[in-house]
């Protein structure tokens, strides 16, 4: 295992009705004035703004609203975050929503005490200071409200590119998992697939003797796979829902990822595909992850032979340990499919035209040098092969 330091200060509240304690928390950690960002209507549809509203005023905690993020949230609106905070003096960051709105807030949070521009951020300068961000999520999928990453698009040329520092982490984040029960059956799934994506993306690690993370990781999988069924048919089922949204949050805030290198090509690769298609990133995923695994799964059969055995509880075929690996591969995808989510780029609206320019953006935009390096270091070449698997 290698040596790592993981600060995850943030105070999650969990469970019914939590939302009602917004104001109290703001206060708790610092907030005499809050700008609360929300999406485009869901929270105010549900009733759920109100609520988080009402709980400030309560608090004596003054408010201004942003609302309009989309999801692949754009960086013009995060240039109007910056400006009200400035304006109105707001010391702390209120996300009511996914992960756009959430990465939205940090991005905020981030540009309101920056001189420059916020940008620079997400070309690999490292977050150090930001004006303290609270979240009440309201889909288990991105996993932003206990990490420390931030995934804004660009507005002028869609580059959609990630920030990242523990000044981001949110101080607080309110998770109940009824507030989920609103969400159509296609974000659910893409929210399911995104969470499994951030465990594989973990699991593909070149770092030896990791047992305890490997274990985190598989029982996390299997949690999805018991659960994501149960949900889908029963979307008001409470229970599944709770073990999905902490499945969510541990999948992504890095405890099970500490100490061991990580992959994120699959993500890298599907970046390009929500940013020219705006698809949902979940079901970007859907369609990228089994073109990487099966394209990278020579570098270490094992590893997927592992995970076919552990997770999907395939047979080890021992003389042929790559058929075994396969058969893990083939159950994921088929896993996803029955979960709705879409097995191809014609059903992701994706086009076969578009390769070259998904290459060029993939491996140059954001000062790249031609490659995307993770559990394999992928060229070009390798890309464009990949986005070809997937038509
Ligand atoms: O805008 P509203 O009306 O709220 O609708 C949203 C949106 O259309 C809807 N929704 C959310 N909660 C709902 C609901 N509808 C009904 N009831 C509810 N309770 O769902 C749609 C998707 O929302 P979004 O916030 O975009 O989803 P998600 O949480 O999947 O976030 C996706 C974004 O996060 C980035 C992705 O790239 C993408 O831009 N990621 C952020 C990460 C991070 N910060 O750590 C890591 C991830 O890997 C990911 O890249
Ligand atoms: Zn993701």
């Not at 990228?288 to 999907?312: C, D, G, I, K, L």
Request: contains cysteine; proline residues 4%; aromatic residues 8%.
């Amino acid at each position: 295992m290698n040596n790592f330091t993981f600060y995850s200060p943030t105070c999650f509240v969990f469970g019914k009705d939590t939302e009602n304690q917004a104001g109290g928390l703001v206060r708790r950690f610092g907030g005499t004035k809050a700008l609360i960002l929300y999406g485009g209507g869901s929270a105010l549809r549900s009733g759920l703004l109100d609520r988080v509203k009402a709980s400030l005023a309560q608090e004596g905690v003054p408010y201004a609203l942003l609302g309009g993020v989309q999801p692949n949230p754009r960086s013009d609106l995060v240039y109007r975050g910056i400006g009200l905070c400035r304006e109105q003096g707001i010391d702390f960051v209120l996300a009511v929503g996914g992960g756009s709105v959430i990465d939205t807030a940090k991005a905020v949070a981030a540009g309101a005490v920056y001189d420059g521009d916020f940008w620079d951020f997400y070309c690999g300068k490292r977050v150090e200071k930001a004006l303290p961000v609270g979240t009440v999520l309201t889909i288990a999928a991105a996993g932003s409200e206990g990490s420390p990453d931030s995934v804004i698009t660009r507005t002028e040329d869609m580059l959609k590119r990630g920030a990242s520092g523990d000044a981001i982490r949110p101080r607080f984040s309110i998770l109940n998992p009824a507030l989920t029960q609103t969400l159509p059956p296609f974000q659910t799934a893409a929210g399911i697939t995104d969470i499994m994506a951030h465990l594989y993306e973990r699991y593909l690690t070149n770092t030896k003797e990791v047992e305890v993370t490997d274990r985190l990781i598989e029982a996390l999988l299997l949690t999805m796979i018991h659960e994501g069924p149960r949900v889908i048919a029963d979307p008001d089922n409470y229970d599944a829902r709770a073990n999905i949204m902490w499945a969510g949050m541990m999948a992504h805030n890095n405890s099970c990822g500490v100490g061991r290198s990580q992959d994120w090509n699959s993500h890298n690769i599907e970046h390009e595909l929500s940013a020219l298609y705006d698809c949902a990133h979940g079901a970007g995923l859907a369609v990228t992850m089994p073109a990487v695994f099966t394209y990278v799964m020579e570098h270490n059969v094992m590893r997927f032979a592992q995970a076919a055995v552990r997770v999907w509880g395939c047979q080890m075929d021992f003389e042929r340990p790559e058929a075994t690996a396969r058969a893990g591969i083939e159950a994921l995808r088929q896993f996803l499919i029955s979960i709705g989510m879409p097995k191809n780029f014609a059903e992701l609206g994706a086009k076969e035209e578009d390769i070259p320019a998904l290459v060029q953006a993939l491996c140059y935009g954001g000062g790249r040098q031609g490659s995307i390096s993770g559990f394999v270091t992928l060229n070009e070449e390798d890309c464009a092969n990949i986005y070809r698997m997937m038509i």
